[in-house]
């Protein structure tokens, strides 16, 4: 692809060159060579068209029409090279040249050969085509014609390009882009320019390689020819990955997208956008795209656009744990490569396959395949992607055994893999794997090590921390590894220092920059111009929720997600036009475990959990008057808790539908998941009234305060409060958190049982219509009577959207009793419902998290007496980015949200009992506990389904 574009921009030149512009015009009169003109250009360059312009050009040759002649034969070669006929066209043009050569016009003959270089190329035949393009440069300097020359020349140098000799390539593409510019072969010097700056980027010379395709840009956006523009936009997002700048690729490669007009273009844009999504963790986005770039590619017919798409949704299948179908894929890339003889991609099918016998254990396969592309990729002078091979051989022998091998594979890996974060990152996980099970454990921490220093640079590469949180879980398994190998040396403070390293750190860089909230700066026009795109936005959610149709529906997402790309898009500029308003990355010093016990009140212990693939390590810090810290490594890996966590869940959510109410099987799960997760800590924990949870993994779904042990659930003992890191905790406990400069906040804001005016709800797989909550009205107003005249309650059609935003800052409470929309692709397009908004208004009446998340709010605690409103997207060491996520960037140090679908009643019962728990003094966590205590004394809602999905987050006092 980084040449193939190029080529396809020279043929419109050459084309036009070679024909004047045009086919000659005709007398009125049908003489025989007009009829055969007219029977050519009713072929056009489809089917019949070789067949037809052959015959036009032949005819005007004996009537002695040389001038018609060679342009007809240029159409006949043009015809022959559209249905694929590629040496026809190669004869075409020769026979063009041929008689341009009998006439003595040099720099015709000229430009034919360079359109048959051009023919050559696109076969595949490069050789042929740089001696096509050698034999014309003495023809060019005979006709004098410096652009020719320089075209040719470049033309040459494309070969030294593809045969990594840039020391040649470069300054002839420079020297040629000159002679362009002063010329003003515009065409030419954008086509060069591309290539200059892909020999730039594949030289490391990356910010000269932006600045090169930026020009590009800039060149040829006025020329009608939307597949440079989004040419040069692909590219330039290409040189940010490889700066490990993701958003600003994700940003860059939708933005050309919105240019490719071509279905091929469209279909490899798509592709590089799968793949960020794919690094992102966004596997349903990853699926979904490069779905879209296969079917395009066979569409069009592209072959080498297939093989990208069928690798990159193959690998997506792999990863997600979908291994028969990912081989399919591989299976046919692998064919259509060998058959078209493309040496690249039968090397990358043949590591695909390999990585995908190793995932189910056959090694012996694996390897061959493995050491059958790295022989490829070698050949190729691949070093990168032989470097790939390497790590996933290291793999195969480290699965096998085989640990010497495996770390003699890491380092041949490490000479060919220069300074990319993402593979040395994979290097050190590998690396250190190996050294563990070598026992040499003080080698394997300093590999782990430096895993985690390249995890972190992949992270930083991010100002979007959304983007940040995505990359970061991607290399969280470095961290879990190494708190692991200290877990099992014995040493908890370097554990629990790990730990606390990995665990959200994009979240506590928003809190030390202050938030997310982007218009302190703006100009008055910028401002305009973000409230036209998210009135859009707006418009199109309203739109989605009141319509009934599919038709519409269809229509509506399309217009929306293009609505929400424009949107992003806006403030990706606005960032660069004011880097002031980017979240900077402040230093944010891990927690210790003598800071953490420092601040820790007597009785209170944190337990964090590490999970990694097959084991998970837990964390034991408990307050200064307790016991000595300690950390546990358990044989139970991230599958097997997931599995429970869905039994636990499962088992919950048939209470409410069981008459007998019988809870036999659930409280035998819930006793082995805490004799399982907290057993082997039972001593540190004895006497303790508070525990912190900092979950893992699928630990956050998991309702710690309903484990059961001797009898008991486990909030009949103690508080329970949860964390996404102990050092987010110390922050949230700080005095100067979410003062941000303003008056203390005053007050409470109740929001409950909104008017939702009939509108539609659409989840992945269902659809149903939002009802009313009749007990959230009673809920508020309970809430009101407990405050008196110090709340303010909004209800019914009042408890609108631009209300609420109103009313909220400087409000110490914000209570919503309403319906919970979770996204768990796109977590911060999670929502609270909110009264359908009036005509005319700016809202969409759906509260949702990006929002939140960028407002300024001073509450000491935000209530979310909603469905699922704990829940979101879990992203590795970030946790779980939704609701909650979100009005922690707002400000709010806590929040108490809901882990499953609530009932209404008994949900209002427990909220009235907060609050006047809250009223008598008793700080947050404890007053909670009372009101679930309440629940679990009432026969009628005993079952921990009712008390048990509300959590605590954050401070607890």
């Keep these: 692809m980084v040449l193939w574009l190029t080529r396809l921009a020279a043929f419109a030149v050459t084309a036009g060159l070679a024909t004047g512009g045009g086919t000659p015009g005709v007398c009125a009169d049908e003489t025989p060579l007009e009829q055969a003109l007219d029977r050519a250009q009713a072929a056009g360059r489809g089917g019949e068209g070789p067949g037809a312009w052959e015959a036009v050009a032949k005819l005007a040759e004996e009537l002695g029409e040389l001038d018609k002649a060679v342009a007809y034969w240029n159409e006949a070669a043009w015809a022959c090279e559209n249905t694929g006929q590629l040496g026809r066209a190669i004869a075409c043009l020769d026979h063009e040249r041929g008689i341009h050569q009998s006439r003595g016009n040099a720099e015709q003959q000229a430009k034919c050969l360079m359109q048959i270089a051009f023919i050559y190329d696109k076969a595949g035949q490069f050789l042929e085509g740089l001696e096509a393009r050698k034999r014309s440069v003495p023809l060019w300097r005979e006709s004098e014609s410096e652009v020719g020359l320089a075209w040719a020349e470049a033309g040459i140098a494309l070969q030294d390009h593809r045969e990594g000799r840039y020391d040649v390539a470069v300054p002839a593409y420079e020297r040629a882009i000159a002679v362009f510019a002063k010329k003003g072969a515009t065409s030419l010097q954008g086509t060069f320019m591309n290539n200059l700056g892909e020999a730039l980027r594949e030289t490391d010379r990356l910010d000269e390689a932006a600045e090169c395709f930026r020009a590009y840009v800039d060149l040829v956006k006025d020329i009608d020819r939307g597949f440079q523009v989004a040419q040069g936009l692909t590219n330039l997002g290409n040189v940010y990955f490889e700066k490990a700048d993701y958003d600003r690729a994700l940003d860059y490669h939708l933005k050309a997208l919105s240019h490719a007009a071509n279905i091929e273009i469209r279909s490899h844009t798509m592709e590089n956008i799968a793949s960020l999504y794919q690094l992102m963790g966004d596997y349903p986005n990853a699926r979904l795209y490069y779905g879209a770039a296969l079917s395009l590619a066979r569409d069009f017919g592209s072959r080498e656009e297939e093989l990208r798409a069928l690798s990159g949704l193959g690998t997506v299948l792999l990863e997600t744990g979908l291994c028969p179908e990912a081989v399919e894929r591989f299976e046919e890339g692998l064919r259509l490569s060998t058959e078209l003889a493309l040496r690249t991609r039968m090397a990358d099918f043949r590591e695909r396959l390999g990585e995908a016998c190793r995932v189910v254990g056959h090694y012996p396969e694996a390897r061959l395949d493995l050491e059958r592309a790295l022989a490829l990729y070698r050949e190729e002078g691949r070093r990168r992607e032989a470097a790939t091979v390497l790590l996933g051989l290291a793999r195969v022998g480290q699965q096998a055994g085989e640990y010497s091998a495996a770390l003699q594979s890491v380092a041949q890996a490490r000479e060919g893999m220069g300074d990319d974060p993402l593979l040395s990152m994979k290097a050190g996980i590998t690396e250190g794997d190996s050294l563990t099970c070598l026992s040499r454990l003080d080698d394997a921490a300093e590999a782990y090590r430096s895993a985690m220093v390249a995890a972190e640079r992949v992270r930083e590469g991010s100002a979007d921390p959304y983007v940040a949180a995505q990359i970061g879980a991607s290399g969280s398994v470095a961290y879990a590894r190494l708190v692991g190998l200290e877990a099992q040396r014995g040493r908890p403070e370097e554990a629990f220092a790990c730990a606390e390293r990995g665990r959200g750190q994009a979240l506590l860089h928003v809190l030390a920059a202050g938030g997310m909230r982007l218009t302190r700066g703006m100009t008055e026009d910028e401002v305009r111009e973000e409230q036209q795109l998210l009135g859009r936005v707006g418009l199109l959610t309203r739109q989605l929720a009141r319509t009934d149709e599919q038709t519409d529906t269809d229509r509506l997402h399309r217009e929306r997600e293009e609505a929400r790309r424009l949107l992003r898009e806006f403030q990706t500029a606005l960032l660069a036009r004011h880097p002031e308003l980017a979240v900077r990355r402040a230093e944010v010093s891990p927690l210790t475990v003598e800071e953490a016990r420092s601040f820790l009140p007597d009785h209170t212990a944190i337990v964090e959990f590490v999970v990694d693939e097959d084991r998970t390590t837990v964390l034991v810090v408990p307050d200064r008057s307790g016991r000595q810290p300690v950390a546990f490594v358990l044989d139970v890996g991230h599958a097997a808790l997931a599995e429970k966590t869905r039994l636990l869940t499962a088992q919950l959510n048939q209470m409410r539908r069981r008459p007998d109410g019988r809870t036999d099987g659930y409280r035998q799960t819930a006793e082995t998941f805490h004799l399982q997760l907290l057993g082997p800590c039972e001593r540190q924990l004895s006497g303790v009234r508070r525990l912190i949870v900092v979950p893992d993994g699928p630990l956050h779904d998991l309702p710690f305060q309903a484990l059961v042990a001797n009898g008991r659930y486990l909030i009949e003992t103690c508080e329970v409060v949860y964390a996404p890191s102990a050092t987010l905790l110390r922050r ?226």
């Design 732 to 957: 949230l406990r700080g005095e100067s958190f979410g003062a941000r400069d303003r008056a203390p906040a005053t007050g409470t804001l109740v929001c409950a049982d909104p008017d939702f005016g009939g509108r539609y709800w659409r989840p992945a797989t269902t659809r149903a219509t939002l009802g009313s909550l009749p007990f959230a009205r009673d809920e508020g107003e309970a809430i009101k009577t407990v405050y008196g005249d110090d709340a303010v309650l909004l209800v019914g059609a009042g408890a609108t959207e631009e209300q609420v935003k109103q009313a909220a800052p400087g409000r110490r409470i914000l209570h919503f009793a309403t319906h919970g929309l979770i996204d768990a692709v796109n977590p911060l397009y999670s929502a609270l419902v909110l009264a359908q908004p009036p005509e005319g208004s700016c809202e969409d009446g759906f509260l949702e998290a990006r929002e939140i998340a960028g407002l300024e709010w001073n509450a000491d605690m935000a209530v979310l007496s909603a469905c699922e409103s704990a829940n979101g997207r879990t992203m590795g060491g970030e946790g779980v980015m939704g609701l909650t996520w979100a009005l922690l960037c707002a400000g709010v140090p806590t929040t108490v949200a809901t882990q499953w679908r609530v009932d209404d009643r008994s949900t209002s019962l427990l909220m009235r009992e907060f609050y006047h728990q809250l009223a008598k003094g008793k700080p947050k966590a404890a007053a909670l506990r009372a009101a679930q205590l309440s629940l679990l004394r009432d026969r009628q809602y005993a079952e921990p389904y009712y008390w048990a999905p509300f959590v605590l987050i954050g401070r607890w006092d």
